[in-house]
Each structure stands twice: as structure tokens, then as C-alpha cells.
């Protein structure tokens, strides 16, 4: 009998390529880890440092390849220049505002935002791409009344984008790839559909609830800063609240705590930036 080709042999052959399976798999997940938490970044306007995976050039890059798809996905762009230049008007007012709290900080604001309004008629629904693009959906915008309640929706997105949420949720799902990866062993040039994933991730992204509960804390600041009542985002929330009674569930709901707990918070906010009750002399 050989002693080079049966009995132990082909075992050992057996046992000997699954260990290196599974050093490989363990070498994948000890990279994959350490790979998201050398992704930590400091963000450029709170000052925190979060597992981002990216810098605000790359958010920026990823937000604008995404744009295209994310507008056509909602019938396009609304197709009223009136409307449109209200809801710049309007956000680049918050954004004046940011400007100036940030300058007495020696911080600036690296994100270009633009706001698109969508010609979509039938989702509810307001969101931000990582990088400053920000979106509102006419369903919801012709349900606003006032500037206000506009400048609340608008600094709820502007504050996902400062707060770096989608990059953040990107980090974590990349680490869930990589730990996939591992156990599965896969190999191969993965950057392609890495990126299309992404992108798509990007576009459906949903927040967690302390994401929308920071983001609201955000809206409340910017639009008491820049001279707009932000009970108005109170209003917004009950504008969400008698969209969902109708019938239909609004977009913004299914992704987002339900209002009347989100008015809750946006009280205690409120109480916190204006211990004296709210100025007078601010815009509804
Ligand atoms: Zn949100």
C-alpha cells in the first residue's frame, strides 16, 4: 500500500484546505473589522468622531452619482421654477444661518447642498443624499401652509446630511458585507457592484430613530437661528399625522418615528433653545 495516496492521507487533504478556510474566513472578519473602525473620521461640524468609512469629498461624489436616479425614480424634477426657488430661498436661509453659528466656532460647512423639489404627487415624503443633496416630494411640499413648516422639512434633511447619517449607515453595511464575505469566502473584484449596491442603499436608506430624533434637534436649531418659529415643525408633524389617517401611509412615516413622539421631542428641544418661551418676533 502507498503511504502516499489513501486512507489518512485523503483525509488530512479533506481537513487541510477547510482550516485554511476558515483562517481565511478568520483573516476577512478581523480586516473587515478593522477596516471599519479605522473609518473613524472626525465630522467637520460637530466635532465627534464617527465610523464613516469616507471623507465629506467621497459623501459628496456618492450624493451626486446617485442624484439622476434618485430624481427619476420620482417622476422628475416639479416643474414649477416658482416653487423651486422658494425652496431654495428657503434653504439656503437655514444655511446663511449655519454658516454664521459655525464661523463663531472657526468651523465651516463643506457640503454644497441643493434642494430638488420632485415632481412625485403621491409619496409623501422628504430626503438627503450623503453630500447636501436634499429632496422634498410635492405631495408633501403643497401640504406646507407656511415657510415655516417648509424650513422644518428642509432643516430635518439638512441635518441628516451634517450628522453624516448615510455615510455612517454605508459604514455599517459595508462591515456586514466584509463579515459576509468571510464566511462565505468570496473572492473576486468586488468594487463595481459594491458601488451600484451602495448607490441603491443610498436611495432606499432608512434611519434609525435616533438618527430622526437627532436630525428633528437639528431642524428645531437651524430654524430658530435663522428667524423661523420652529413650532412650525410641530405642524409639519401633524400635517404627517393627518396624511396617515387618510388612508395611504406617507413615506415619511414608514421611515421615520411616528409623530406624535417626535412632537414630544421637538417640545423638549424647543423648551432647551428657548428656556423663556419662544421669541415673538419669529416667522410661523
Ligand atoms: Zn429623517
Redesign the pocket.
Known sequence: MSPFRVGRGRGMRRRTPLKARLLIAAVLAVVALMSYYSSMDENPITGERQPVGMNEKQEIAMGLQALPQMVNQHGGLYASEQAQQRLDQIGTRLLAALDKKLAKENRQNPYPFEFHLLADDQMIN???LPGGQVFVTHALYRQLTTEGQVAGVVG??I??VLAR?GAERLAKQKLTEGLSGAVGVAGGDMQSAQMARAIGQMINMK?GRD??LE??RWGVRLMADAGYDPRSMIDVMKVLDRASQGGGQPE?LS??PKPANRIEYITVVIREVFPNGVSGNLEP
Open positions: 422628504a430626503f438627503a430635518h434633511e441635518g441628516h447619517h434611519y438618527d430622526e436630525s428633528d415619511f421611515t421615520h
